[in-house]
């Protein structure tokens, strides 16, 4: 695509050079990022679906719905994504399209290992591009909100793991007595406060515990990452983990499966939104999967593992306005292979922009400490 294409679907991208390490760590240190981690290869094509592309309807027109929401001219939004599509229309959500990493081998456990190393081999890093930056920044600690610690927050020792448990949790009083005994015991002492904080941002205004079904809807787990991390001395980090992006049979186009998995997607932003209160303006919300899905239609009415995707990015922090692509088309001659959406855009830009603005990483940093990326495949300010 030519320059003046891609800056025609770019909308109005404003450069920016990199900010001064030394002056930005400071002002850095009050900004949030929650990762939202989409497992099994999340459909690009089918979350912000080329519409205006010739080719698009003869490849998938089962998996088009009719009701797209608007994003451009050339760009629809998927109707299980109002929240994002209302963000997009203030100015505070952009897609990135055709995105992806170098990795070709559309396995998942590779290509998820990849997704959290930053690592373009597999298996090569025991720690995650987001631990590490957040090590680099000396930053505050991360919050996952999952069971086991994620590879993407390794590398920062004061990240921690918090996942509602199948226990329904105790009534306040409970945890006011337990504090009151481990007072007078040093070892324990540190924790009480902690017991607490962690436990009081899931009770009701009545101090009774919200029911763990509920707690584990992706708005519920994201609400409750934002007002972990927008306490005195919270995580700056948080991580969400989501499966089942794996869409091979009855993906479904305005309804079914897929929609489902994307309804979880709008359904966290929201949540983090309202969970963040006044610091959505300093926050930033962003996708990562390990690729995208086929082109075409298979013969289950699904889409099978695939290269290109795109990347959801909503927050106070978002510069870039509308839906950003260097757009490859959607002809067989421009597919990856006869068959994926070619990737136009490396993801660990986005990702190493995203870091830029959080944490005030320079770009020589990031690629020396954190994780090596194409500069030449994206070269403007996508956050601020």
């Given amino acids: 695509m030519k320059r003046r294409e891609f800056i025609k679907f770019s909308a109005s991208l404003t450069l920016a050079g990199a900010t001064p390490w030394a ?10 990022l929650l990762v939202i981690m989409l497992r099994g290869g999340m459909d690009g094509l089918a979350a912000i679906p ?10 998938r027109a089962e998996l088009l ?3 797209l929401l608007l994003g451009n001219q050339f760009f629809g939004i998927h109707p299980a994504l109002p929240t994002f599509a209302e963000l997009m ?17 559309r396995s998942h456990f590779e290509g998820q290992d990849i997704m959290q190393s930053g690592i373009t081999k597999p298996y090569a890093s025991a720690s995650g591009w987001l631990g590490r930056a957040m090590r680099a920044a000396r930053s505050k600690s991360g919050v996952a909100i999952s069971i086991p610690m994620p590879l993407i927050l390794r590398g920062d020792a004061a990240s921690e793991t918090q996942y509602p448990s199948w226990m329904q949790a105790p009534p306040k009083a409970t945890y006011e007595l337990v504090s009151q005994l481990w007072a007078n015991v040093p070892e324990l002492k540190p924790y009480a406060s902690r017991l607490i904080e962690s436990d009081n941002v899931r009770l009701a205004a009545d101090g009774t515990p919200e029911p763990n079904q509920q707690r584990r809807t992706a708005y519920s787990l994201a609400k409750e990452a934002a007002q972990k991390m927008q306490l005195p001395g919270g995580p700056v980090v948080g991580v969400l983990d989501f499966n089942g ?6 993906q479904g186009a305005a309804e079914g499966v897929n929609a489902t998995k994307l309804k979880q997607i709008d359904d966290a932003i929201r949540g983090y939104r309202e969970g963040i209160g006044t610091q959505w303006a300093q926050s930033l919300v962003l996708t990562v999967t390990e690729f995208g899905r086929t082109a075409s239609v298979n013969g289950t009415l699904g ?10 990015a909503a927050g106070g922090l978002v510069k ?30 986005v990702y190493a922009d995203a870091l830029q603005s959080v ?3 320079p770009p020589e940093v990031i690629q020396k400490e954190v994780f090596s990326y194409a500069r030449d495949s994206f070269n403007s300010r996508l956050f601020v």
Wanted: aromatic share 8%; net charge neutral.
């Fill in 89 to 105: 229309a203030a100015g505070q959500a952009t897609a990135i399209h055709a995105t992806g990493f170098g990795y070709q081998g």
């Fill in 303 to 312: 889409t099978d593992h695939g290269w290109g995707s795109c990347v959801l």
């Fill in 23 to 32: 002056s930005s760590a400071q002002a850095a240190q009050a900004k949030r």
């Fill in 320 to 349: 870039a306005k509308g839906i950003v692509s260097q757009w490859p088309g959607l002809k067989k001659s421009q597919l990856f292979e006869g068959r994926d959406l070619k990737v136009t855009v490396d993801a660990l830009a």
């Fill in 65 to 67: 719905p009719s009701n």
């Fill in 245 to 250: 992006f794996d869409t091979h049979a009855g």
């Fill in 50 to 59: 080329p519409f205006a592309d010739p080719d698009l309807g003869s490849l």
């Fill in 359 to 361: 944490f005030g990483l």
